[in-house]
């Protein structure tokens, strides 16, 4: 009998014990998404939401890594990350985790107050599952001491130079970017090659092939590109339903700005290094990836998509292309809008096609080259969820739905993917050195 | 004596009741009987969100339409029942409307509204306007009079029932045959973003570009493109306002447009075309031009053009509703040949040449928010035209919190699953009644805000308004079309001063004698009106003309030019009366005579140069700054360099050329042949002197180096260079003559043998530090080894501050010279060269210091005393912030986020509070951390310095002040400075370079003031309303504005530098301006 009170009692715990896992696991994406939320308010810039996941994530998996021996200490991925060895007892090292992925977004976003909410939630459910307080406090407490270590990390990547830097001033040739209708934003980061990289060395570690040289000559490569853009634009029917599907589906604009009048009003997406850290979550979700495993891939796609986007807007302001709405509507036809807003920067290489290859190599390494995904994580902004069969699948069709869209030329697509690619094998080639294994 | 203090008594008790009671008194309609509102419902599908035109408001006619000597009223409403009301005496008035049927069209929507005799029958007729989505609702109605209390719609008859886009008409005889032919200002309805497709300005679009039509035996036929009347799908007209602008006798047009288009002022050909005038004649535009009024403000016979913008006047609404400043968009819009436009309301004084001055900041007049119409007239009969402005918009749509606001509301939406419904983001816009504005004219060029004590201070959303005297007591009483609310009718309720008003009556078709224009003559003074009735906003105001007269009891002489140009003078004409004339035959107008002898004749340059720029925005460098550092050039020095017997001159190079000196030729031409002096791609010359450096006789070139944005200090970009005459007047680089002098970019070089020892040392005054402003930057005292080496000496003034000009002088009379400094956010300093060392004796000789935007100094006896005094040129008055000892302009700087970078914080007051300039985009963009701490601009709206940073962070910070903005003369009283203000003409903007003499021959010291600073922080625009002020002088320190048709001069551009120049014996003033060609005045 007493024997098997205690075998209940085990059982007990140990049901609770799963059901708290699944439960904080379930968590991470939505946790993530909230962080997504506030910058989706506070209109944050695409390299600049990259560099947020990352360091929200980094707190985490330095809590995380800290308690099982398995993972790779983040100090080993990520030069001069401080680590402690230092380590209370008795505290949830997942609630912790959590917490400073909260707190660290809290403390580090423009409108970071407005986790304070989402802070609260968690801490009902929490409750809910029968966590001791003194467990939470502690938990909490660890969460706090991780978040304020990698905000003074954070304070070392030269994001606070940058406005004191020279903002940019454009050249006004006929090849260069000149800010775009409807509301010509001036130059988004012009000085983002500043940033401490994470996992890559530096800024200009992945050239990418040379660009089309410019030329107004409807003989030229360059015309036939934005030709290209043009008629792609004209199709119709169920082809230019197929494009502009996947378009919009890879929009990811912050702030797309239309104006009726004297009135402005600001349309917002997530970014899309927003995008692909909820593919990752969709993905832990769908191979049931545990709790650590889950926050070493978000924080590796994470950190990923930062070194992806300062290598792409290293290139960016070096070539400093025309976008093709310029060059359309000065030498093909004044008239034409591309069906996406062209965002505020150069056009070559397109950001999305370097970002989604680079994250889709890491995610492949990480889950396999095939995995079956129904991507649902703009759902809130009108879009309908599609269903992929791979992530190379998913950052093939990001690419091309810039040209799709009207804001990149081909060669800005493809030599994005190439120099995403580079930066993706770079990467994964260091997991590997590093002892960071696949995930399945 | 117990008498005369009860008659004190009295009096005191007069005045205080006198003061207490406002000039205008609002009638209740219970009163008045006119009971009208324009109603607005908002609903899912009519809204401002599908329809953009949804708060523009309607307007009022005034005219008697029924001939009983009565004014009678007529408002738009823009979906419901227009209203005309019968004046019945008494300001009681009558809806008349249904048995005149003049209702206007179900369901229509109704814009503007004129009254003329359009078939020339001898009475008003009523022409409303029509605009609306619904195509078959539109279709403008034009009421014909029929005498009977009746009218009858026949637009179509006329050819005038246009089914476009329409404002507003108005009727007036262009081509001078005696009838009155009709512009239709229309408007687009789609907004269009891109500033490429300025290019399509030349497409006609069928349904907004404007119209003119010409009346042909009393059909109007349209006749738009032969007359050169703009016509493409960009224009946006909301306001319109015909005059005869250049004053030749033929009535020109001016046309506002919202948004990017700029308005347009179309001159007429006399042949019956006509012609954009707008970017010669005015420097810049409003942005969102709405109303507009044309009236004589200074009664100098020339009219002065009004337009409105939507600039609030407070700190608060201008943080929540300003625009961010986007240097790209303005750079394209002036590249893709849109005028510059900058949001607020502006006052284009007509200077008579052609050219405007645009003064309305100085005015008092700039900013009464989101603004309708304007109206200038005499309402306290003090004989200058006052000024009363409508404004309010029902929603606020350009708060910027609300721009956030959408993107969030939709996904909460989603989130929630709810569809998105226009009405809750249409009710989430924040609704500000707004009071209306009202200035007294001060005869001065300025206005006084007169909102509490005339009694105009109801708040309501306003939009068209007439003035006209309603109860014929010699007073001009105010009516105001409202949305959502009873119409205003204010009775004025002036008395004590004198007034006249003139009724003409025209002969043939025009019977209203529209065109024709009238002087009224009064002890040396002269009024001057046009009767031109559709003006302001929507509406059309009265065919009488109205005339104050302050304390006048007799009028010398009253002159009425009639539309044919037949001049009539009538004298003997008593005071206080409503007179009615009738055309007569007479001798017609002729031209104007055609000023006599001009100061300056305007000639042929013998040296072409251009000078074009690298296109530098130092706000990308500093972002907070408020003025551009790096256009410095062309800076010019004059010297006989080869003795010769000719004067030469150096000019500063540009992007095309690198600086040289033009060697004078026999016959004036010049010529080049020497090696090029400071390429401007490698530095930047910021001022050049020629002086003898090594004693041989020979003018050497000292280059001192400036610019801001492409150079770093401490680099050989900053290292200024001395070029040595070879003796044969060949200049030549001398290495190794100069220590190191890169420290800074520097403002001014004046040479000087300060210590006496015979050789010439040189004074460097530094200007600004790149990429560090506000810090104080090196100034340098060179002295002279006498071979031309140069040492630097250490001075207590050598890191004064922002250094723009010195001049040297002997103050103390102990035969050695001292110096006169001033700069930036400095006051003009003395500093005595003593015997044993420089003594900073700036209190002594000036008194309490007056720090300024002091740019230049200048010295001469101006008042015949045989010492000399010094004018000091200034930032003007003419500027958003007004400073004062007691209200100075602040300006904080530090490194507040400790990343390398200073951040300047430039704070004035406004409404009593001093405020940063910063807007919390701005702030956000320099400081990150500012992002966590104002969260919303509501946040921001009301922040000071205080609220920004802490009492410590403020502490340890810079601080620079600046009290005085005007440019001044002191005139040397021997020992210390007496300060003379300059006229106001001398305040219109920047003055960068001042020239002296007896340029009038009269055996007086005259000044001339050039300048004018265009590359500023957009917020603030161009100050360039100075187009070479010549000042007289009275030879006792006094000067009076000499008019620009008299001074001859229409200098153009920013003023970088002047001199004087005898080309074959005769004198020529040559100037230099950024981004123009050079400019020769010969002094006549």
Redesign the interface.
Known sequence: MRWLFVFLVFITLTVRGQVQEKVLTDYLRPAVFSIT?VM????VNPPAASRYYTYIMLGAYDIVARHNPTLVKPGVLVRKFPETTADGANYDYRVAAIWSILETGRLML????RLEEEQKKFMQLLKKQKIPQAVIDKSLAAGKEATTRVINFSKGDN??????R?????L?KDSTW??T??????AVEPNWRIIRPVLIDSCDQFPPQPLARFSTDTTSAFYALAKEVYIVSKDTGAKSMYERTIAGFWDCNP?AVT??????????KISPGGHWMDITGIAAGVTRLDFDHTVLAQTLVAATLMDAFICCWDEKYKSNRIRPE?YI??YID??W?PYLQTPPFPEYTSGHSVISTAAAEVLTYLFGPKLDYRDNSE????ITPRTFHSFREAAEEAAISRLYGGIHYRDGVVNGQIMGRAIGEYIVKKLKSVGVNKLR | MLRWLLLQGLLMSYCVIYAQTPLFKLLPAGQTGIRFTNTISETEELN??NY??FYNGGGVAVGDVNGDGLEDLFFTANSGTCKLYINLGGLKFKDVTKEAGVEGRSGGWKTGVTMADVNGDGLLDIYLCYSGRNQALRGNQLYINEGNGHFKEQAAAYGLDDAGYCTQAAFFDYDHDGDLDCFLLRHSVK?V?????A??RTEADPLSGDRLFENQNGHFVEVSQKAGIRQSALTYGLGIAVADINKDGWPDIYVTNDYNEPDYLYINNKNGTFSDMAEKSFRYLPQ?SMGVDIADINNDGLPDVMNLD?LPEDNRRQKLLQLQE????F??MTSQGLQRQYMRNMLQLNNGDGTFSEIGQMAGVSATDWSWSPLLADFDNDGYKDLFITNGYLRD??NKD???Y???Y??RK??DREPVKLMDLVQAMPSTALKKYIYKNNGDLTFSNKQGSWGIDQPAVSSGAVYADLDNDGDLDLVVNNINSPAFVYENTGAGNSWLQLKLKGKGANSFAVGSKAYVYSKGSAQYEELNPARGYLSCQSTVLHFGLGQEKTIDSVVVIWPDQVRQKLTGVAVNQRMSVTEEGGAKEGPQPAPGRTVFIRTQAPITYKQEGF???D???Q?LMLFMYSRSGPVMATADVNKDGKEDVFISGDKNRPGAVYYQQVGGQFATPGPAIVHEDSSTAGAVAFFDANGDGWPDLYVAKGGY?MWEPHTSALQDELFLNDGKGALYPAAGMLPDLSASSKGCVKPCDFDGDGDVDLFVGGRVVPGQYPTAPTSYLLVNDGKGHFTIAKTPFDQIGMVTDAQWMDLDGDGRKDLILCGEFMPVMAFLNTKTGWVDKTADYFGQPSSGFWNVLALADVDGDGKQDIIAGNLGLNTRFQVSGKEPAELYYADF?????IDPFFNFYVQGVSYPFVSRDEL?????PM??KF?SYKDYSTATMGNIFTKEELDKAGKLTATEARSVVWLNKGGRFQRVELPLPAQFSMVCKIATGDFDRDGKTDLLLLGNHSDNRLKMGSMDANYGCLLKGDGKGGFSYVSQPVSGLSVLGDVKSAAELTIGGQKYLVIGVAEGELQFYKEN
Not at chain 2, 193 to 197: I, Q, Y
Not at chain 2, 897 to 901: I, K, Y
Not at chain 2, 924 to 928: D, L, P, S, V
């Open positions: 939320m989706v308010h506070d209109v423009p409108s970071g107050y994001y606070g130079l940058l406005s004191a020279r903002r940019y001033n454009p006004r000149y800010p209708p409807p509301a010509y934003i001036e702030f104006t009726s009048g004297h009135m402005m009003i600001g349309l917002k310029s509507n000065r004044p008239k809008t759902e809130l902004f009108d | 401002v969100l953009e035109y907004k973003d891109n500033m490429e497709l290019k399509a969102f939507m986007n240097y790209e968009s750079t394209l749509y350009t609300f721009l956030r959408w993107g969030d939709k996904i989603a989130m296109g530098d925005n706000f990308k460098r972002l944005s986020d400790h990343n390398g970078s956000n963009e320099q400081i990150y992002r966590k969260g």
